[in-house]
């Protein structure tokens, strides 16, 4: 592992594929990243008028990590991928292209960004990425002291860019926080409610097992709880719910748990004047109605997204995610038709075999959460 202080997100080669036919309105010549370097250094051209991305005159954005643009596909994919994480725990995708089929990881081990070969090798210098995989210990450009490295320069503030980026952006429908420098992050509170998370948050390095760094407060019923038990109990950093899983019984309509879940989430929420980042999930394990989604669609003022349990081409187990973790918004979400999700439903009912928990389909979903709370070292549970 190597020092420094700045933590980041994960990286990693993901299954997802990256769709990125650049389309353009208007005819321009093809985007040629190996001009980069003679576009700055030879026409005298600002950075920020070429896509550090691709190459592509076309710029619609500046990239928020980096000096330089982005051009409208390229942008689009950094907000679809850059927070999907594998699962080994680093990002997917490069951080500055989020793309790249062969990745260097950063070793500080407080950062767990990735870059792609090209990315390197245009920005910083031709043969970088030979001499970072010659080195022992390698800290990435994000958190080395020096804010510049060839033509790649980090951005001052980039942590409050990478906010704006998402909040400015209409495909993202509620606001994200602003993530958390290591030396300022701090042991993640949880409740969790009619699903216990314990394991999967201990298996991913946010809760110890051992010293009690870290709480949860798990609750199977709520029916009793007012205000003034979630304040007593709190405050809480993530709020988790889930409908039962398939062919456990249950003493209440589906519908009940999303109800209690939106109730218990209004007293847990911290004050609209705090800044203090604040993320909640809602899990159905499909026994929500297609009404019932409708109305947790408008109380939790977020789209679901489908994650799917698959084998081969066989989708063994699926799931209904609604959450304001930013891994969410990136759309990886399964597109399945409903009526093949209602006859999952029905086969899960009449299944002997037990199919996967709520949360242990949506555990990798939390690891962004790793850009805003203290990280212990994880149990080897595999993800």
Known sequence: AA?????????????????????????????????????????????????????????????????????????????DYFFLYDEDGYQSYCCICCAGQTLLICENPDCTRCYCFE??????????????QAMSNWVCFLCLPSPRNGLLQRRRKWRERLKAFYDQDPESPLEMYKTVPVWKREPVRVLSLFGDIRKELTGLGFLESVSGSGKLKYLDDVTNVVRRDVEEWGPFDLVYGCTPPLRQPCDHPPGWYLFQFHRVLQYARPRPSGSQPFFWMFVDNLMLTEDDRVIATRFLETDPVTILDTCGRAVRNAVHVWSNIPAMRSRHSAQVPPEELAQLAQDRQRARAAALGPATLVKKCFLPLREYFKYFQPNSLPL
């Open 3 to 79: 020092p420094d202080m700045d933590p980041e997100a994960e990286c990693s080669v993901d299954i997802i594929l990256v769709g990125s036919s650049e389309q353009s309105s208007t005819p321009s010549p093809e985007p040629r990243r190996d001009l980069i370097a003679y576009e700055v250094k030879g026409n005298q051209r600002a950075i920020e008028e070429l896509c550090i991305c691709c190459g592509s005159f076309q710029v619609r954005r500046q990239h928020p990590l980096f000096e330089g643009g982005m051009c409208s596909p390229c942008k689009d994919k950094f907000r």
């Open 119 to 132: 990315c390197v090798d245009t920005l910083v210098g031709p043969g970088t990425s030979g001499k970072v």
